[in-house]
């Protein structure tokens, strides 16, 4: 197997808080990430597979840009992820992020050689998430 993966880069705002709970729980347990702010992230796409024999790709990384493009940056670079109706009802976390972003990439992706294998975000240089799902 042979993993492929692209980085790209976005900037969006966000407020950790809960619709089930009052503005003081918020409060002590987001701290002050329940105030809005925003982070420089990174979303890393990572795709196993086997490399095709006629072009020798396991997936051709042009496509795979502008699938994350499309489907991902053009609707959440320079947003509040609150307002976004991918997050309706989600606490926008870099956990929450990677999943939601997962869930949208992975049926475009598929390949009869390559499937998506998984999203990481960068919330900040010293902390990042993965997701993989357990579906296979």
Known sequence: MVFVSRKEHFSASHTLASDNLSKEQNQLLFGKCSNIHGHNYYLEVTLVGTPDEITGYVFDLKELKDIIKTEILD??????????????????????????????????????????????????????????????
Do not use: C, W
């Open 75 to 136: 609707k959440v670079d320079h947003q509040n992820l609150n307002s976004i109706p991918m997050f309706k009802g989600i606490v926008p976390t870099a956990e929450n992020i990677a999943i939601i972003f997962y869930n949208i990439l992975e049926p475009k992706l598929k390949r009869p050689n390559a499937r998506l294998h998984s999203v990481k975000i960068y919330e900040t240089e010293k902390n990042s998430v993965t997701y993989i799902s357990d579906k296979l």
